[in-house]
């Protein structure tokens, strides 16, 4: 054997590949309980889903040991073409995939069906590492920017015109990476904002303050009270502007106490949101006040959140209703509490939430989960294996395979630390923040906190198109690191 090779296999962290193996072999069992058939206990039946499973199990063996094997050159040296290569392939499957339940990502491949816009995950992560570990590049750069931004952002686009808005979701994941590479903390402030302000004015545009004026929206009142809170907070925290935030603060506080005095002893109907309107509006002023007097463009950036942030609010109603699908609609609304559809959008979460609270402490058993038996979960081998492992091995198996997750996201993230090449220490965030993204929304939406967007849980979910991205996601990781020793950046 090569010696290069046989570095390789010393320096090769197996408690990784431990867990690897751990989480695949739970998974099989977990959808051989979910689609075995007492009718047919073959266990080699490679016409059922565990027996296929078992073939995608032996192809992913197969093709970690061909990456183990490769040079980590050709990672570093080919990452751009790569990239270029899924770029080009999502187009085509856009083109050229036919209608699978409303989406086109699926290349039919003889008897084999690949969603190209899994293995676009390793492609962007390859690339983005790539960029970002060149020489010169700095996050300070305008262009370097945009064009790390464009990296995450076209694959992304792609794969929603797919009407795969799951997968493409994942790739926000990779902005956990920019923030560890030295992304200023506003941007995730803003996408944080962004998440929060759209839920409140979805779930509250239709409730008014008080009953007495039904046609007041709570929303947009939360979001303005949010915003003005969070602008002062960026005041005193960036330029200790004590006056501005007490300013503020007294007047807000002063008017709402007249209104409340107002509505409930003159018993006028004044409008409250009317209120935050010229708080807000005051805000706005005093702050660009400052910017012209004190010439700090922060100043006026923080007045553009707050003006933003109104202007998002009053645009979440549009996007919500004329932008996102119907059932994408049902589903967000269902999570949030405005529907109780069981029966229908609702169906898939109630009966796996059952499911899981069925299986109690230790579960039902081995192939004794009622739920899965009878075929209530759809999907109950693919995106809501989850809710199998809950019914069959209870809590205590639930937790065993969150802490399994954990255990190697942190794993990987002590990878990570640990290389010299800041190309492979990049790719090993990106490969850490796609695992847990996924984990986090499929776990999620199984127990009904996020809502059902259709992703599937790593090494569990039934799919050669899943395994094998995954296993291909890590497995050059883990071949960089095997290689740290040789590298240096």
């Known amino acids: 054997m090569d010696r290069r090779n046989e570095n390789i296999l010393i ?136 064009i790390m931004y464009l990296i995450i952002f076209v694959p992304m686009l792609i794969i929603i015109a797919q009407n795969e808005t799951g997968s493409a979701l994942a790739y926000f994941a990779l902005f956990l990476v920019l923030y560890r590479q030295g992304m200023t903390g ?137 932008i996102l699908q119907p059932h994408q609609q049902v589903r967000i609304k269902v999570t949030l509490g405005m529907e109780n559809d069981l029966k229908k959008s609702g169906y898939n979460v109630n009966q796996s939430m059952i499911a899981i609270g069925s299986g109690r402490l230790t579960g039902k058993g081995f192939l004794q989960g009622t739920q899965t038996k009878l075929k209530y979960v759809p999907e109950q081998d693919t995106d809501f294996i989850f809710c199998t492992v809950g019914e069959e091995h209870g809590f205590i198996g639930t937790t065993a395979v969150v802490i399994g997750f954990l255990t190697l996201m942190l794993r990987l993230i002590a990878l990570a630390e640990r290389q010299r090449s800041l190309f492979s220490k990049i790719y090993g965030y990106c490969v850490a923040s796609i695992i847990f993204f996924h984990v986090a929304i499929n776990v999620g939406m199984v127990i009904g906190l996020t809502p059902v967007i259709g992703i599937p849980l790593p090494f569990f979910s039934y799919g050669g198109s899943s395994l094998w991205s995954f296993t291909i996601l890590l497995f050059i990781f883990l071949r960089l690191d095997a290689s740290r020793k040789e590298v240096y950046d």
């Open 11 to 146: 320096n090769i962290d197996m408690w990784t590949i431990g867990l690897y193996i751990a989480l695949v072999i739970f998974g099989w069992i977990s959808i051989y309980g979910a689609s075995y058939n007492f009718d047919d206990s073959n266990f080699w039946d490679f016409s059922q889903r565990f027996g296929k499973q078992l073939v995608w199990i032996g192809c992913s063996v197969a093709i970690a040991a061909v990456l183990l094997m490769l040079d980590t050159k050709i990672y570093t040296t080919l990452a751009y073409f790569i990239y270029a290569f899924f770029i080009i392939l999502l187009i085509v499957t856009l083109l050229v995939a036919p209608d699978t339940r409303g989406s086109h990502s699926w290349l039919v491949l003889g008897p084999v069906s690949l969603q190209p816009a899994e293995f676009a995950k390793t492609a962007t992560c390859l690339c983005l590492a790539k960029f970002m570990s060149s020489y010169g590049f700095s996050m300070k750069n305008v262009r370097d920017t945009i």
């Open 186 to 322: 506003i941007i995730l402030l803003l996408g944080v904002c962004a998440a929060v302000f759209f839920v409140v004015a979805i779930r509250f545009g239709a409730t008014p303050i008080v009953d007495a004026v039904p046609d007041e929206n709570l929303g947009m009142f939360a979001i303005m009270i949010m915003a003005t809170i969070i602008a002062l907070s960026m005041v005193y925290f960036y330029y200790r502007d004590n006056t501005l935030v007490k300013t503020i603060s007294i007047m807000g506080v002063s008017m709402f106490l007249i209104g409340i005095f107002v509505y409930n002893y003159l018993d006028v109907k004044i409008k409250f949101s009317y209120l935050a309107y010229i708080v807000v509006g005051a805000l706005i002023v005093y702050l660009l006040v400052m910017a012209l007097r004190q010439r700090k463009i922060g100043y006026f950036l923080i007045s553009l959140f707050v003006a933003g942030s109104i202007g998002f609010g009053q645009m979440s109603d549009y996007a919500f209703n004329k």
